[in-house]
């Protein structure tokens, strides 16, 4: 689950079966009782529907984790990122980093950094076609040294620079659960 939208789908699929909910935040749900096999098949069949993978294992857990501290990080973060994201990722994961991101690379195919990267390009696609900020209020937001830096990955990323991206009459977005 990585957005409030995501959250109310996964409650109201577990309600129908009538599943008490203790407590829920992104990509976590915990429940008032366990399932038993033929509930978790339900369950899980009724999150694939909605594009939803039931997690039960550990390591899948922590990556869900990751991606979702990341997530909520760049995207739903009001003030601006002001923190290193490996720090960050440890202490809310009371994990060493280095042990995530073996992890993650392992799991995932992608380091942890570049799926951060990815995230905040998505961020920057995002308030570049609402016009929220300038390029250089958008660097400070996302934790770029400059205007350069951003552009350099947003160029690396998309293959084009941010004013060619803006110039676009079919701005592609990526899903930010897919990234």
């Known amino acids: 689950m990585v957005c409030p939208r995501c959250e109310t789908a996964v409650k109201v699929a577990l309600e129908k079966m009538g599943v008490p909910i203790i407590a829920m935040q992104l990509g976590e749900v915990e429940i008032a009782t366990d399932l038993n096999k033929s509930q978790m098949l339900i369950l899980s069949k009724n999150l694939n529907e909605l594009g939803f993978e039931l997690l039960v294992d550990k390591e899948d857990k922590t990556i869900e984790r990751i991606k979702n501290l990341l997530i909520d990080l760049v995207h739903y973060k009001k003030e601006p990122i002001k923190i290193n994201f490996s720090n960050y990722l440890a202490e809310e994961l009371r994990q060493d980093y ?11 195919g992608v380091t942890i950094e570049h799926f951060f990267i990815a995230q905040k390009i998505e961020r920057a696609k ?49 899903d930010i659960g897919a990234l």
């Open 98 to 108: 280095s042990i995530l991101s073996k992890l993650f690379s392992e799991k995932e």
């Open 126 to 174: 995002e308030l570049l076609i609402y016009n929220e900020m300038t390029l250089g209020e958008i660097a400070i937001h996302l934790n770029y040294n400059d205007v350069a830096h951003l552009s350099n990955q947003f160029k690396k990323t998309t293959g084009l620079n941010p004013t060619q991206f803006k110039l676009l009459k079919d701005k592609k977005r990526t």
